[in-house]
């Protein structure tokens, strides 16, 4: 069976601080890898997807970056962490039929 | 590019009371349809899926819901809730032709009244 995980489960960072989120998958190869963003109280925000190594899409201009250095593994960073950066971060995979699976999440407040 | 709409934002219903939670998409090809639910401080969990075939589909938890291709809706429907139902509930799209995204729509918060 496939299992997803995500890293820190919680991370509190000053503003302008670096950002690391890594997001591994097992039972699976070739997956679509996708972070989304959950702000308070709103929905989620696609923020970058990846249907295989070195391959990132971006959805929306911001602050962060995505990288993809092995078929089972997404990271989300940042050179400069903003307050507005604070949110729910979601790692999901999918494979054929864009069913999307999620990890457990990260909380990261930017102080 | 596909989108999703979820009218309602907040949703209250009374413990037993049937519910409706209303999703309409956007796309100019066919779509595989999803249901998830989030509980509080929790990640997401997949209610229902829509791939083809029948257009009711049943998912876990007592919850159904209807694809209608021409009204391009997929509305959830719970005839009667619990207590435990309380949670987010997002509809999301994948598009057939190229499944390399999947778009969400902005959720439905359902509170179950005591």
């Known amino acids: 069976s496939q299992t997803i995980h995500q890293w820190p489960a919680t991370l509190v960072q000053p503003v302008g601080s670096p950002l690391s989120l890594e997001c591994t998958v097992e039972g699976t190869s070739n997956p679509n890898l996708y972070w989304y963003r959950q702000a308070a109280g709103r929905g989620l925000q696609l923020l970058f997807y990846?249907?295989?190594?070195?391959?990132i899409s971006s959805e929306v201009p911001q602050n962060l970056s995505a990288s993809r250095p092995q078929d089972r593994q997404f990271i989300l960073s940042s050179k400069k962490l903003l307050l507005s950066d604070s949110g729910f971060y979601l790692c999901a995979w999918s494979f054929l039929r864009g069913e999307a699976n999620f990890g457990p999440g990260t909380r990261l407040l930017v102080l | 590019a596909q989108s999703v709409t979820q009218l309602d934002s907040q949703v209250p219903v009374f413990e037993e009371a049937p519910v409706e939670l209303r999703c309409n998409y956007s796309?100019?090809?066919?779509?595989?349809l999803f249901w998830y639910v989030q509980y509080p401080n929790q990640g997401l969990q997949l209610l229902l899926k829509y791939l083809s075939g029948s257009t009711l589909v049943k998912g876990i938890n007592g919850f159904e819901a209807e694809f209608n291709k021409s009204q391009t809706s997929f509305h959830l429907r719970k005839p009667s809730v619990h207590i435990s139902d309380t949670a987010e509930y997002f509809c999301a799209v994948s598009e057939k032709t190229s499944y390399d995204k999947v778009i969400f729509g902005p959720g439905t918060s359902l509170s179950v009244i005591p």
């Open positions: 990846s249907v295989g190594i070195g391959q």
């Open positions: 796309s100019s090809v066919s779509v595989y």
